[in-house]
């Protein structure tokens, strides 16, 4: 009896070190297969963005070329596939086109031969066109994060979005820069730069963003929704501490804001994009912060890709904001 009472005692104590091996091993092999998951997805997000190519062109004018343009090249004007320098004398220390167009702040004339240009030289080496100033500050990798849920063939451009009754999508703000796909280059080119009733082509001393929108729209080109999925901004017209500390008077800005997102620390995406107004000096710190500083014992996971935009559904969510100011945004 005690012998069959040891084999039992033993038996059991060998059933019960089985099991927990067994329990204890699975949830390891388990957490193993979602680690695996998640770097697949996360190696497919990054292939599948890196393999999006932008030009960056930036407007400036030759006394800013040492002054303001020289400071990008040094710093996030690396990060783009192709860097050009929208000016009037070309400059051996800058990739700079010297364009015979009239000096003017107002940038009209100088954007709309550099966007001929592209046409001419770039048009199907790239997917996308980035035009900015050359007080801009850009992340063309986040931007290029927006833009993989988007076609470069179809006709959509994105920015920082003011409200206006004269635009019916509302227009970008060209100091933080807008972004047009490779169809809305070739509308711009072959179907508005040589129609006088679609697009100002003659005029000069007109500011650049109000009118390539106007442009934009009459080839039914959509202005697009550039925020994130929880609805804040990517791109800002101004530095960051004026969104992230904003001044809450009431002035022109707040009243020309499309969407009805609130400034302070909640405004801006994970992923922004572009600020304005950036001197050199703060164009090293903005480029030291994003790309060099690390914070200790953190691990960056990136995002999912967000899935492929329907372009016809865009186009109705759009549409709908057009007559509905309370209606903003994707859901």
């Known amino acids: 009896m005690n012998e069959k009472i040891l084999f039992i005692f033993i038996t059991g104590i060998g059933i019960g070190f089985i099991l927990n091996i067994l329990f204890t091993e699975k949830p390891i ?5 979602l680690q695996l998951k998640n770097a697949i ?36 004007g690396k990060h783009c596939d192709k ?15 010297a364009f015979n167009v009239t000096e003017s702040h107002a940038l009209w004339a100088k954007v709309k031969v550099m966007f001929q240009h592209i046409y001419r030289n770039y048009l199907n080496e790239y997917d996308w066109f980035y035009k900015g100033d050359d007080d801009s500050f850009m992340i063309p990798e986040n931007l290029k994060f927006l833009l993989a849920s988007y076609s470069p063939d179809d006709p959509i451009y994105f920015g920082y979005k003011y409200n206006t009754s004269d635009h019916k999508w509302g227009y970008f703000s060209g100091g933080s820069g807008y972004v047009l796909s ?12 040589t129609n006088k009733s679609l697009c100002p082509i003659d005029e000069e001393n007109v500011a650049e963003d109000w009118t ?15 925020r994130d999925l929880l609805r804040r901004e990517r791109f800002f017209p101004f530095q960051p501490s004026q969104h992230l500390f904003p001044y809450r008077g009431k002035y022109w800005y707040w009243e020309r804001k499309y969407y009805n997102n609130d400034d302070g620390l909640d405004c801006c995406s994970n992923y922004t994009i572009a600020f304005h107004y950036i001197p050199a000096k703060y164009m090293y710190h903005l480029y030291y912060l994003t790309y060099i500083h690390r914070v200790f014992g953190t ?9 492929k935009r329907n372009f016809q559904q865009v ?12 209606y903003r945004g994707y859901k």
């Open 212 to 226: 390539i929108s106007e442009c934009l729209d009459n080839g039914n080109v959509y202005a697009g929704d550039s």
């Open 315 to 326: 186009v109705e969510i759009l549409n709908l904001e057009r007559f509905n100011s309370s």
């Open 182 to 193: 490779r169809k809305d280059v070739r509308i711009f080119v072959e179907q508005l730069l």
């Open 83 to 97: 860097l050009l320098f929208a000016s009037t004398i070309a400059d051996e220390n800058l990739d700079a086109l």
């Open 29 to 33: 092999a388990t957490n193993g297969v």
């Open 299 to 307: 691990k960056h996971h990136f995002p999912p890709l967000q899935k």
């Open 41 to 76: 997805n996360e190696s497919n997000t990054i292939t599948t963005v890196k393999k999006i190519r932008i030009l960056c062109f930036l407007a400036t004018m030759p006394e800013s070329h040492s002054r303001k343009a020289i400071h990008i090249q040094n710093t996030w």
